[in-house]
């Protein structure tokens, strides 16, 4: 008899979008994402951090200051961004992204442009800026699915 505790789909990819994260060396907020294809496979995976050759022991991690060349939104690369830019193939029509928070809006206009059909996220903390509002407009103007992941509340414990 097989085993029936096994992880769904969407348990599986937001699983590993979680675990995407725990690269992130953003003090603040770590973010992960998972690419997977219309057929389930994963196609690339992103966190937030400095671009390839930025130190990220220069750059700072300060979410405010008086000079905003001194804060870290000048310099990181949201997840899902990283997700996208990581990809080898060519196609990534019909995919979907899972992710632990919602687009902003330049992510979204990337994502919508390479073709993702669908963001399945876990957090919308940011959900009444104007930035995740304009998301939002894009991703129903350009026909592009988004829907909240919902926790089944499972603990899994990885020894590594």
Request: one cysteine or more; a negative charge.
């Amino acid at each position: 008899m097989k085993r029936e505790n096994y992880l769904k789909w969407d348990e599986y990819f937001m699983g590993i979008a979680l675990l995407s994260a725990m690269r992130s060396k953003d003090p603040n907020t770590s973010v992960g994402a998972c690419i997977v294809s219309d057929d389930n496979k994963i196609l690339s995976l992103g966190y937030n951090g400095m671009p390839r050759g930025c130190s990220d022991d220069e750059y700072p991690w300060e979410r405010t200051a008086d000079n905003p060349l001194d804060t870290k939104y000048l310099y990181v690369c949201h997840a899902e961004l990283n997700a996208l830019l990581n990809y080898t193939g060519t196609n990534m029509s019909d995919a979907k992204i899972y992710i632990t928070l919602f687009p902003c809006n330049e992510c979204t206009k990337a994502l919508i442009q390479s073709g993702i059909h669908e963001v399945i996220y876990l957090s919308d903390k940011y959900a009444d800026t104007p930035s995740v509002i304009a998301a939002k407009r894009m991703m129903k103007s350009a026909g592009m699915a988004y829907r909240a992941y919902n926790p089944i509340n499972k603990e899994i414990v990885l020894n590594l």
